[in-house]
C-alpha cells in the first residue's frame, strides 16, 4: 500500500513476519523505515547532503536480527529507558520485581514495549513531509509495572530531517512513575575513529561496576568541544542542563564533509538526559536521548510522576548537514 502527495510518500513493504513502513521524500528518495509490530521499531534512517544519500543508521539487517534483539538498535525505550538495578524499586511504598532481560548484570533494561505491537492510527503526507501516528496501550499486565498507560509516537521525514514526538497518557487510577528514550545506533561514511564527537554536557554520570550510578557527577571535558573518537571508550550516561530548549549531539566525518546532528527538547519533563555508547563492533556510536537517569525508577533523578489523565509530551530529532 502506498501513499502518495507530490513529494513525499508512504509505503509498506514485507520484513519478515512484520511490515516495514517507509517514510519516502520521493524527489530526494530520503527515507525513514519503521516497524509498527516490533516496539515501533526505527530500522532505517537515510538523509542527504548536496543530492546524495547516506545511510545514517545502524539497525537490524534482517528479521532475525531483528527479533534476536541484541543490541536493542533503533529501540523505544519505554517506561524506563536504560537499566534498573536487579528489576526492583520500590513505587509509593509498594515493592515492585520487573523481569530481568539482561542477564549479564541481572538488571532490567530498556523498558517493557521494545518488541511489543503497536497499531498505526493515521498517515499523513503532505507537500513538506510524510508521517505516521502509532499507538500502544500498555493495560499493566506485567506484575512488575501494574500501571495502564497509552502512548502515541509520531514519527516525521521532512526536508529537516527527521524527527519523533512521544505521548504518553497515564490511564491509570493513580500516580504512575514513567521514563522515556530511544536506541539508535549512528554510522556515517568514514571510520569511526577518525570521526569528531561533540557532546552537549561535561557532567558525566558516575557508575558502579554493575553500570549503577553511585550518585555522583564527575566533569568530563573531553567531548565538550569537538574531537577525534580515536580509541576513545565510552559507556556513559550525561546530565544536561534542565532549561526550555535543544540539546545537540554532534558527530561529524571531516573527510566527507558530513555533520551529524542528533538533537532532543530539553526542560520541565522533556529529555534531560543522554546516553553515548560505542559498541564492541567499533562501526556505529548510540546517541540515546532520555528522560531520566539510570536507574531512575530507583534514584528518582529525572523520573516522570504523571497524575490520572496527564501525559508527557516531547520531541527529538536526526538531521544531516
Known sequence: MTYYHNMFRIDDEKFGKFTRIKLVNANSKEHVSVIPDFGANVNEIVLSKKEVNYSILDGA??????????????????????????????????????????????HAIHGLLYNQKFTVKDRTVSKKSSSILLEN????????????????????????????????KNEHSAKIPIGDGWHPYFRLKGSLADMLLRIPSTRQIEVDS???????????????????????????????????????????DQEHDLKLTVWQETGEMKYN???????????????????????????????IILKPKSTFNATYGVRLE
Open 210 to 252: 554493575r553500570n549503577i550510578p553511585t550518585g555522583e557527577i564527575r566533569p568530563f571535558e573531553k567531548f565538550s568541544s569537538l574531537s577525534k573518537i580515536a580509541d576513545e571508550e565510552i559507556d556513559s550516561g550525561f546530565q544536561l542542563r534542565k532549561r526550555n530548549g535543544l540539546a545537540e549531539t554532534e558527530i561529524v
Open 61 to 106: 539487517k534482517n528479521y532475525s536480527e531483528l527479533i534476536k534483539n541484541e543490541w536493542y538498535k533503533g529501540a523505544k525505550l519505554i517506561p524506563f529507558p536504560n537499566r534498573i538495578l536487579d528489576g526492583r524499586y520500590t513505587f509509593n511504598r509498594k515493592s515492585f520485581k520487573l523481569p530481568i532481560n539482561f542477564q549479564s548484570q541481572k
Open 273 to 303: 538526559y543522554v546516553q553515548v555508547f560505542i559498541p564492541p563492533s567499533r562501526k556505529s556510536i548510540a546517541i540515546e536521548p532520555m528522560t531520566c537517569n539510570i536507574d531512575a525508577f530507583n534514584n528518582g533523578e529525572g523520573l
Open 137 to 168: 496501550l500498555y493495560l499493566g499486565r506485567t506484575d512488575g509495572y501494574p500501571f495502564k498507560f497509552k502512548v502515541h509516537i509520531k514519527y516525521t521525514l521532512s526536508g529537516g530531517g527527521f524527527e519523533c514526538n512521544t505521548v504518553i
